[in-house]
């Protein structure tokens, strides 16, 4: 029985679509949710911070994912 297999281009393409929304949605909920935290109660609470290692994390992979693209093209 075979559960995992591979996907096609139509499937990554639905796939990173809808993680593009999903990577949206929580950044601009924990977003809005530093706002109000802090306009409320004069702090940026620990949604911030999530909010901040998220992206870091996001952009850190990207530069990774590039970079190894580029090294893939030159040889």
């Known amino acids: 029985?075979?559960?995992a297999r591979?996907?096609?281009?139509l499937e990554r393409h639905q796939t990173n679509k809808s993680l593009k929304i999903v990577f949206s949605?929580?950044?601009?909920?924990?977003l809005?949710?530093?706002?109000y935290s802090y306009v409320r109660f004069e702090t940026?609470?620990?949604q911030f911070g999530i909010l901040c290692i998220g992206q870091v994390i996001f952009?850190?992979?990207?530069?990774?994912q590039?970079?190894?693209v580029q090294?893939?093209?030159k040889d």
Do not use: A
């Open 32 to 35: 809005l949710w530093s706002i």
């Open 59 to 64: 952009f850190c992979s990207l530069f990774i």
């Open 71 to 73: 090294k893939l093209e």
């Open 66 to 68: 590039k970079n190894n």
């Open 25 to 30: 949605f929580y950044s601009l909920s924990l």
């Open 44 to 46: 940026m609470g620990f």
């Open 6 to 9: 591979k996907s096609d281009e």
């Open 1 to 3: 029985m075979k559960f």
